[in-house]
């Protein structure tokens, strides 16, 4: 990456002077005040407050204060934008010259907060792929999706049950860990006798600890985690849905500015092995317009059993006959070829360093590792990039939700559905001896159901369903 494909717009979001309010039973005037925290100051930064500013002021549900002193709310943030590549004027170039039309990457996690504060609202904010001006396109964004979330209601807070000093340990996935890992800071603040730790071993892992005795729950990418590794203990354990990610197949081409697209054939093709250059012509038949290197593919997989790898091989294995009579859907699936890596952070850095190379990870994993990842064909036809909204309707589409909340959400219907999303659990004894660390989970539970589900959206997570939520609140009673 040049220096010029690394210019950073800023490393966190939000500024300004600024308050915010929205509609709220007892105010005399239906208006919430909100201030916008100054950002790093940064390249461009000034501009992005002023954008910012400048649109919240467009919402008359909205009063932008220049005092945190006077604000009922806060709005605030982190995160970065950078120059990838430019695209070339000139149809007829295969070249990306610096004067060419910018191609933007990036993130940045903007969160509401109450005066306590305790996130009531989230949400990731990534730049379109070309923008004359990304500081104006990012502001639209957040304030319009700021709208949206003034307009619903913060669940209310779960009441802490008294309890003594607990101490609970997890372990299993990484692909939800920088989600659990906020939870669990943020819910020893409000809860200081309860702390939650948490390993991120990969799914199988994880739920080999639960099992073995060495951890009081697991999470898993699978919901058949349990099942497959060990059958005749499936009637002692709940699964909990906690959220929805989405998994992205992440590649890095030099000199290529371009977002790809890959259609599930040609992923598994490239998976199988059979698929060896990037200008295949499978490849190339799906996208057209851009030129491909004649350069050898080095494919990146989880070397450690993993929920990933699982949701992966899931889809694959519905979109690809051949896929699932060979390899089919698996924690840890017999990989015809590739190279191993442990964990979603060490295939990250493994496609980082490695020209030519494919992987997959969490959503959010891509966005912080600054990595090109592809729209994927979904079962409506359409190329489609892995993000918040694609989720969403991917998750809206699901099949029926059964007791156990077991479900694959992968090749949903429904146009603009992304086709690698999944839920993730937790995977919970349903008896706990140990009156504390039952009302520690417990409480833990109600939490992540309440105040918990906005903060995910901030780290690249859709929050649960309603009637998930409802439904797991419920059967949360279960535990004894």
């Known amino acids: 990456m040049t220096s010029k494909a690394t210019w950073i717009v800023l490393l966190a979001v939000c500024a300004t002077t600024v308050p915010i309010f929205a509609r709220q039973e007892g105010k005399t005037n239906g208006i919430r005040r909100l201030y916008l925290e100054p950002f790093t100051t940064k390249a461009e930064s000034e501009k992005l407050r002023a954008d910012v500013a400048s649109e919240l002021r467009k919402l008359a549900s909205i009063l932008v204060v220049p005092s945190e002193a006077n604000a009922d709310l806060i709005l605030g943030g982190g995160g970065e934008i950078w120059v990838r590549g430019y695209r070339s004027l000139n149809p007829r170039s295969e070249r990306s010259p610096s004067n060419g039309t910018p191609v933007y990457d990036g993130f940045l996690s903007v969160e509401l907060r109450d005066k306590n504060g305790e996130t009531l609202w989230s949400y990731l904010a990534t730049p379109g792929t070309t923008s004359s001006d990304v500081s104006k396109d990012l502001a639209r964004r957040i304030a319009k999706h700021l709208a949206e979330g003034l307009n619903q209601a913060a669940p209310p807070r779960t009441a802490s049950l008294p309890q003594p000093s607990t101490v609970l340990n997890g372990a299993g996935a990484t692909f939800p860990n920088p989600v659990y890992a906020k939870w669990f800071t943020n819910y020893r603040r409000e809860n200081p006798s309860v702390e939650i730790n948490y390993d991120a071993v990969g799914s199988e892992a994880g739920v080999r600890k639960l099992l073995a005795g060495d951890a009081d729950f697991a999470a898993s990418d699978s919901p058949e985690a349990i099942r497959d590794l060990a059958p005749r203990e499936q009637e002692k354990y709940l699964l909990f849905p906690s959220v929805v990610g989405a998994v992205v197949p992440i590649v890095n081409i030099p000199g290529l500015p371009n ?141 029926q939700i059964h007791d156990d909340f077991k479900v694959s959400i992968v090749d949903a219907p429904g146009a603009g559905a992304y086709p690698i999303a999944s839920f993730t659990w937790f995977i919970i004894p349903v008896r706990i001896a140990d009156d504390a660390k039952r009302n520690a989970l417990t409480g833990f539970l109600k939490w992540m159901l309440g105040p918990g589900q906005p903060q995910a959206a901030a780290l690249g997570y859709l929050a649960l369903p309603k009637n998930i939520v409802s439904r797991e609140q419920d059967s949360i009673g279960r535990i004894h």
Do not use: C
């Not at 998976?271 to 057209?288: S, T």
């Not at 699982?310 to 699932?324: F, I, M, P």
């Not at 009579?325 to 060490?346: C, F, H, M, Q, V």
């Open 259 to 399: 977002d790809i697209s890959l259609t599930p054939e040609a992923l598994a093709g490239i998976y199988l092995g059979e698929i060896k250059k990037w200008n295949d012509p499978l490849l190339r038949q799906a996208n057209r317009g851009i030129h491909l290197p004649d350069l050898d593919i080095v494919v990146i997989h989880r070397g450690d059993g993993s929920g990933t790898s699982y949701a992966w091989t899931d889809y694959l294995s519905q979109t690809s006959l051949e896929w699932r009579t060979r390899i089919g859907t698996d924690l840890s699936p017999k990989w015809p070829t590739g190279r191993a890596a442990t964990g979603n952070e060490g295939v990250a850095q493994l496609v980082k360093e490695l020209g030519g190379s494919i992987g997959y990870v969490e959503f959010i994993y891509a966005l912080q590792n600054h990595l090109s990842f592809a729209k994927v064909r979904n079962r409506n036809g359409e190329f489609v990039a892995g993000g918040l909204e694609s989720m969403a309707i991917a998750a809206s589409q699901s099949v």
